[in-house]
T-cell receptor, first 112, second 111 residues
């Protein structure tokens, strides 16, 4: 079974530029999550989708971050404009009804 | 108070010893508890889940849950150098499907 796919794996941008990350969850998983993991910290939830509807985006900095999940499958997370403190690994995860989360390899963002 | 607290470590144990990793959580209504392992530069990987009080064993790993004390732990028997990683405790809070993670405990197994 294919795992969660993410791209790009690495991205370096300057502050105030924009960036987009893509995620394709495990087939059949209705729930998709984006987490932000800053070095030395645990993953922090940014947004949760159930099919193509948003369930929880309470911790998403909506002035600069946006996310969508079209047709209930792939998802895109965008940051515009980026700040230095956005440097982190952006992890996409999906889960079946049993509730365990399965993570992709992550997208590492460096903002200069 | 953090929702999920872990000692950041590093916890250093000799090869073959038992490593004990601990986690406390603040939401008394939490229902599901998970341990993830994260190697440096890699994404978190699920090791175990536990939902009811008591012990749950899977190979060299044992998860322990005490809801009255709001405490969950992970024991790793016969620790190997390949177990050296950061171990993340995750909790599913009441009414939410997403997991809340602790900051992780770094484990070092010395050969």
């Amino acid at each position: 079974e294919a795992g969660v796919a993410q791209s790009p794996r690495y991205k370096i941008i300057e502050k105030r530029q924009s960036v987009a990350f893509w995620c394709n969850p495990i087939s059949g998983h209705a729930t998709l999550y984006w987490y932000q993991q800053i070095l030395g910290q645990g993953p922090k939830l940014l947004i949760q989708f159930q099919n193509n509807g948003v369930v929880d985006d309470s911790q998403l900095p909506k002035d600069r971050f946006s996310a969508e999940r079209l047709k209930g499958v792939d998802s895109t997370l965008k940051i515009q404009p980026a700040k230095l403190e956005d440097s982190a690994v952006y992890l996409c995860a999906s889960s079946p009804n049993t509730g365990e989360l399965f993570f992709g390899e992550g997208s590492r963002l460096t903002v200069l | 108070q953090k929702e999920v607290e872990q000692n950041s470590g590093p916890l250093s144990v000799p090869e073959g010893a038992i490593a004990s990793l601990n986690c406390t959580y603040s939401d008394r209504g939490s229902q599901s508890f998970f341990w993830y392992r994260q190697y440096s530069g890699k994404s978190p990987e699920l090791i175990m889940s536990i939902y009811s009080n008591g012990d749950k064993e899977d190979g060299r790993f044992t998860a322990q849950l005490n809801k009255a004390s709001q405490y969950v732990s992970l024991l790793i028997r016969d620790s190997q150098p390949s177990d050296s990683a950061t171990y993340l405790c995750a909790v599913r809070n009441t009414g939410r499907r997403a997991l809340t993670f602790g900051s992780g405990t770094r484990l070092q197994v010395q050969p």
